[in-house]
């Protein structure tokens, strides 16, 4: 265990200013370094996205959790959000990061076109993506491509269609019925 | 100490087949340790647990999908129906993520309430989770001086808002309205009260040796593997991990407190334990400080087309029953973008998604329920445990079904 974690006192861990990057510097370096990895940073609302093509996602994953002074090993979050069936591209999957080290937090976006939701999985990255993808999968049909185990979540299993996609109505496609 | 990734979710490995039979069992969703209809698929091998698996959804009511059909200041009170032991926690998440999205400042008073009825709301979940967690280890009177303490809390956020268990007392922009005459009064009464009574809980259960036996080394995590899963809050900081976004990304003026974090290494149902005990004494000497900053001022934001306006006001002023009207039927417009509001709820790291194309209506609300990420992990705190332990291992997590389910 590295001492970072370990905090035994009432302490924060103290990082000097030459080494804290703010989110908003980190999206810009890696735009610079890693041009592939990113299509575009957002700053909006003091929170700041990163778009990332989704082939790149596991790549830009894993180089987020293990490089020193970013250190993203804590993934905060991981939903989906539809667009409306007339947009393209119409799903878009964003994962909040954070780092239980230097507490700062980043947003990565992945956008999927309708015909092909399919992005890797990043619960070879964190664990704690399983659970998030499956509910994702269940609410939106986004396949998590290498999910140890995709299956819907909250729905039941023989549940027609994606209940959080735009063109699903509130109340189902049926009336209720008891019959 | 962490485990391959390969092994996710946990197969069929076997450690140790001392009868060489495997037997499937369903626990749940009935079960009245399963705090709320969870099922749980147990590979038993004799009494020991080779594979937990959980299956949730029993309480699934579409509130994520809700929110997209209701204006942003009816979506409060669909975020007191989640997690149901912490409404003012959900509360909170949910109106500033959209003040985030409005950029509103909030008048002190109202981020003093806040901090105050949401720390006595923690108190009054962990009053329950140490009811119910002794219980299901077998120590039932605890349970009834829980309650007797819970019920004192109650009737607070009752005279604030008016609500028992769904309370919905904070508003875009500040509050529902201010605290009645008195109220300081009756938390200090409070306040005087509860050390008493957690010095009686400490005699009852943390000195209790069957207790400790029952809990000690058991549902064992470690802080690498504990972070990995994305637990958060006591979960967290039981396994030794020392973090609370309350300290990390204040919010709500919570830097301006003193308080201790509780932190315990052992990573086992006793240090989980141990961090909620004394995480109730730290909430304690919150709002004990709440109290001694609140001073007379406003409760509401100044930001006519978001707050509504005071009754008086709006017989009197014809801008203010304009604005009124507006706010009711048609709602305020909320600025396109996407903002994730996280706060440190009784249960871990309560995180508030909200993305807006413009509008009275959210294009998509999520939450982040730190229950249901705390329960993806018990299949790796189950293994190897055995059945009897299952109870005292979901305890430790306090896991709420509402929040789980959504």
């Keep these: 265990m590295s001492e970072n974690i370990l905090q035994p006192n009432d302490s924060t861990p103290q990082i000097t200013a030459s080494e804290m990057m703010t989110p908003s510097q980190i999206a810009t370096a890696l735009q610079r370094e890693h041009p592939e990895w990113v299509s575009e940073v957002v700053d909006a609302f003091g929170e700041t996205t990163i778009f990332v093509p989704r082939e790149q996602i596991i790549a830009l994953c894993a180089h987020l959790k293990a490089t020193p002074g970013l250190e993203f090993d804590f993934l905060s979050d991981l939903c989906g959000?539809?667009?409306?069936?007339?947009?393209?591209?119409?799903?878009?999957?964003?994962?909040?990061?954070?780092?239980?080290?230097?507490?700062?937090?980043?947003?990565l976006?992945?956008?999927?076109?309708?015909?092909?939701?399919?992005?890797?999985?990043?619960?070879?990255?964190?664990?704690?993506?399983?659970?998030?993808?499956?509910?994702?999968?269940?609410?939106?049909?986004?396949?998590?491509?290498?999910?140890?185990?995709?299956?819907?979540?909250?729905?039941?299993?023989?549940?027609?269609?994606?209940?959080?996609?735009?063109?699903?109505?509130?109340?189902?496609?049926?009336?209720?019925?008891?019959? | 100490m962490s485990s391959s990734v390969a092994d996710i979710p946990p197969q069929f490995e076997?450690?140790?087949?001392?009868?060489?039979?495997?037997?499937?069992?369903?626990?749940?969703?009935?079960?009245p340790s399963t705090h709320g209809v969870l099922r749980l698929e147990l590979v038993l091998d004799g009494e020991m647990v080779v594979k937990a698996t959980p299956d949730i959804g029993y309480l699934h009511t579409g509130m994520e999908k809700l929110f997209e059909y209701r204006k942003y200041q009816q979506g409060i009170v669909i975020t007191d129906r989640m997690d149901y032991l912490n409404p003012l926690g959900n509360n909170l998440a949910y109106v500033m993520a959209v003040e985030k999205l409005l950029q509103i400042e909030i008048p002190e008073r109202a981020q003093v309430i806040r901090v105050m009825t949401c720390e006595l709301q923690r108190i009054a979940s962990h009053l329950v989770w140490l009811g119910t967690h002794a219980l299901d280890i077998g120590a039932m009177t605890v349970f009834f001086y829980c309650f007797r303490e819970r019920e004192k809390i109650m009737?607070?956020?009752e005279a604030a808002s008016g609500g028992r268990l769904t309370p919905s007392y904070f508003r875009i922009g500040g509050l529902m309205m201010d605290i009645p005459a008195g109220f300081e009064r009756r938390v200090q009464q409070f306040q005087n009260e509860l050390p008493k009574a957690l010095d009686e809980f400490d005699k009852l259960v943390t000195g209790n040796?069957?207790?400790?036996?029952?809990t000690q080394g058991i549902g064992y995590i470690s802080a690498e593997d504990?972070?990995?899963?994305?637990?958060?809050?006591?979960?967290?900081?039981?396994?030794?991990?020392?973090?609370?976004?309350?300290?990390?990304?204040?919010?709500?003026?919570?830097?301006?407190?003193?308080?201790?974090?509780?932190v315990e290494q052992d990573g086992d149902v006793w240090a989980r334990y141990l961090v909620r005990m004394r995480e109730m004494r730290e909430s304690h000497k919150i709002v004990q400080q709440a109290l001694s900053r609140l001073q007379p001022g406003s409760v509401k934001a100044d930001a006519p087309k978001v707050v509504l306006p005071d009754r008086e006001a709006m017989k009197t002023h014809m801008d203010a029953l304009i604005h009124h009207f507006l706010i009711i039927a048609e709602g305020f417009d909320v600025p396109a973008g996407e903002v994730y509001q996280p706060i440190e709820a009784s249960k871990g790291e309560l995180g508030v998604y909200i993305?807006?194309?413009?509008?009275?209506?959210?294009?998509?609300?999520?939450f982040r329920g730190p229950s249901f990420i705390n329960l993806s992990a018990l299949p790796q705190l189950a293994r190897g445990a055995m059945v009897a332990d299952i109870v005292a291992i979901i305890g430790s997590l306090d896991i709420v079904l509402g929040e789980i389910d959504r």
């Excluded at chain 1, 209940?163 to 008891?178: C, V």
């Design chain 2, 355 to 366: 993305k807006s194309t413009g509008g009275p209506k959210p294009a998509r609300v999520h």
């Design chain 2, 155 to 157: 009737n607070l956020i």
């Design chain 2, 209 to 214: 040796r069957i207790f400790q036996k029952r």
């Design chain 2, 14 to 31: 076997v450690v140790d087949r001392p009868l060489d039979t495997q037997m499937t069992i369903s626990m749940g969703p009935q079960h």
């Design chain 1, 81 to 107: 959000f539809d667009r409306g069936p007339e947009e393209e591209p119409r799903f878009e999957v964003n994962y909040h990061l954070f780092s239980t080290k230097r507490h700062h937090r980043l947003r």
């Design chain 2, 226 to 262: 504990a972070i990995d899963w994305g637990l958060s809050g006591p979960s967290l900081r039981g396994s030794g991990v020392h973090l609370d976004i309350r300290r990390v990304n204040p919010y709500s003026g919570y830097e301006k407190y003193d308080f201790e974090i509780p």
């Design chain 1, 109 to 179: 976006k992945v956008l999927l076109n309708e015909e092909d939701v399919h992005v890797s999985s990043v619960a070879a990255v964190w664990r704690t993506a399983n659970w998030h993808e499956r509910e994702t999968y269940d609410l939106f049909g986004v396949i998590f491509d290498d999910h140890p185990d995709l299956r819907r979540i909250l729905l039941p299993d023989d549940w027609q269609g994606h209940a959080l996609r735009k063109d699903f109505p509130l109340r189902g496609y049926e009336p209720y019925s008891l019959e």
